[in-house]
């Protein structure tokens, strides 16, 4: 397999010796680097330019139609080329846009903690609405003893686009209002019965006496 590639250009031995390192084969996965020889990498603004270069990757078996992941990007074959897959995604996400691998995107996609998971409260595939809490790890992953959080719990209503979940509006009101006046058509059988959100607060334990770190 050819791949193109751009390597670092714009000064004297920006890029030598581009080729394939680090190859591993596993779970009908190619995994490897692409990786270069440069004397500018270390210096800021001596290599600025990019400079097209092809690396040929070979496996001892078939490639077909396996995915390739390079530099920890992945790509997938489709319609005889490869293709980047989407990080979120994966290469082949499923048609309902319900299934919890379009609703896991969209939360990546807000403003909020990157620890945060969506809870959805309904979904026609036309329609999102699930609520995010800000940051539930303001504590750290692992919550420090006696630690509190006290974190906004917002509902966010989100319409279907041809590239995913797009946001529509955002509240931690009840009802319908906030989302009807974003979007006339969203169906009040959807919303008419949502409450207010209260806020999400967790408190870790604090470890017994004489037990330091619990």
């Given at each position: 397999?050819?791949?193109?590639?751009?390597?670092?250009?714009?000064?004297?031995?920006?890029?030598?010796?581009?080729?394939?390192?680090?190859?591993?084969?596993?779970?009908?996965?190619?995994?490897?680097?692409?990786?270069?020889?440069?004397?500018?990498?270390?210096?800021?603004?001596?290599?600025?330019?990019f400079a097209p270069a092809e690396?040929?990757?070979?496996?001892?078996?078939?490639?077909?139609?396996?995915?390739?992941?390079?530099?920890?990007?992945?790509?997938?074959?489709?319609?005889?080329?490869?293709?980047?897959?989407?990080?979120?995604?994966?290469?082949n996400p499923p048609k309902d846009?319900?299934?919890?691998?379009?609703?896991?995107?969209?939360?990546?996609?807000?403003?909020?903690?990157?620890?945060?998971?969506?809870?959805?409260?309904?979904?026609?595939?036309?329609?999102?609405?699930?609520?995010?809490?800000?940051?539930?790890?303001?504590?750290?992953?692992?919550?420090?003893?006696?630690?509190?959080?006290?974190?906004?719990?917002?509902?966010?209503?989100?319409?279907?686009?041809?590239?995913?979940?797009?946001?529509?509006?955002?509240?931690?009101?009840?009802?319908?209002?906030?989302?009807?006046?974003?979007?006339?058509?969203?169906p009040r059988e959807l919303c008419?019965?949502?409450?207010?959100?209260?806020?999400?607060?967790?408190?870790?334990?604090?470890?017994?006496?004489?037990?330091?770190?619990?």
């Amino acid at each position: 397999m050819t791949v193109q590639v751009e390597a670092l250009a714009g000064g004297d031995g920006c890029s030598r010796n581009v080729r394939v390192d680090n190859q591993t084969e596993e779970n009908g996965v190619i995994f490897a680097d692409i990786v270069q020889d440069s004397a500018g990498s270390a210096i800021v603004g001596a290599c600025p330019t990019f400079a097209p270069a092809e690396v040929t990757l070979t496996s001892a078996e078939p490639i077909g139609d396996r995915a390739l992941s390079l530099n920890q990007k992945t790509w997938a074959l489709k319609n005889g080329a490869y293709n980047r897959c989407d990080e979120n995604l994966g290469c082949n996400p499923p048609k309902d846009r319900c299934d919890p691998t379009w609703t896991r995107a969209a939360v990546r996609g807000m403003d909020v903690s990157r620890h945060s998971q969506g809870h959805v409260e309904a979904c026609d595939g036309k329609w999102l609405v699930m609520t995010v809490p800000d940051d539930p790890a303001s504590c750290g992953v692992e919550p420090r003893p006696g630690c509190e959080v006290n974190t906004a719990l917002r509902r966010y209503f989100l319409r279907n686009e041809p590239a995913g979940w797009s946001i529509i509006a955002r509240t931690t009101s009840g009802g319908c209002d906030a989302v009807r006046k974003a979007a006339i058509t969203f169906p009040r059988e959807l919303c008419a019965n949502l409450k207010p959100t209260a806020r999400l607060v967790t408190v870790a334990p604090t470890p017994p006496s004489g037990r330091p770190g619990g």
